[in-house]
Nanobody
Framework: QVQVVESGGGLVQAGDSLRLSCVAS????????IGWFRQPPGKEREFVATINWSGDSTIYADSVKGRFTISRDNAKNTAYLQMNSLKSGDTAVYYC?????????????????WGQGTQVTVSA
């Protein structure tokens, strides 16, 4: 079992930056991928970015490419989502998820463990 807890959300203005953190605990020694997803108001949860265990492979949603950066520090059992040039369309609850699968996934079903989410609100 792996537990993940997100933090770092808040209210910002369009064009601002924000960094989300995801701390993992439990059986982290087995190696796991981390994914970030978001759920805008009234919409389904959508993929944002994912990173593999070693940190050398990442995938981004087209909507965030060039603006968001996913990274991780395994010594701290922490993953990050650096969000720059935020837009009102980025407003959502952001979720961190962990997966022990052998390949990266962009689908919600590819992740075993989920955090409770952190709210990001971008005002125009």
């Amino acid at each position: 079992q792996v537990q993940v807890v997100e933090s770092g959300g808040g209210l910002v203005q369009a064009g601002d930056s924000l960094r989300l953190s995801c701390v993992a605990s439990g059986r982290t020694g087995s190696g796991y991928h981390i994914g970030w997803f978001r759920q805008p108001p009234g919409k389904e949860r959508e993929f944002v970015a994912t990173i593999n265990w070693s940190g050398d492979s990442t995938i981004y949603a087209d909507s965030v490419k060039g603006r968001f950066t996913i990274s991780r520090d395994n010594a701290k059992n922490t993953a990050y989502l650096q969000m720059n040039s935020l837009k009102s369309g980025d407003t959502a609850v952001y979720y961190c998820a962990a997966a022990s699968a052998p390949t990266l996934s962009t689908g919600v079903n590819g992740y075993n463990y989920w955090g409770q989410g952190t709210q990001v609100t971008v005002s125009a």
